[in-house]
């Protein structure tokens, strides 16, 4: 699940939901639905990933198996 992948970073950088929403400009409310499934929008990807210090590719789903040819995530846009 891509919250696992957010996770991840928030926690390499000791970041809550809280101040990442913050630092993003996205709501609380929006991190919860992410943290329960919902997928983020291309650009509130971009924004969790610049807030973040880190590539999009960090959240590709390919990239913790370590597989080139799988299908990459899709962001609704």
């Known amino acids: ?3 696992e992948l957010i996770k991840n970073q928030m926690d390499k950088q000791n970041i ?3 101040r990442l ?3 993003t400009g996205l709501s609380l409310n929006t991190m919860q639905n992410y943290k329960n499934g919902h ?3 291309f650009t509130n990807m971009v924004k969790i990933a ?3 210090g880190v590539s ?3 959240f590709r789903s390919d990239k913790k198996n370590g597989l080139e040819d ?3 995530i899709q962001f609704h846009c």
Do not use: H, V
Request: hydrophobic content about 45%.
């Open 21 to 23: 929403a913050k630092i």
């Open 1 to 3: 699940m891509l919250w």
């Open 56 to 58: 999009l590719d960090e």
């Open 70 to 72: 799988c299908e990459k």
């Open 16 to 18: 809550s939901a809280y």
């Open 50 to 52: 610049d807030a973040l």
């Open 39 to 41: 997928e983020p929008s």
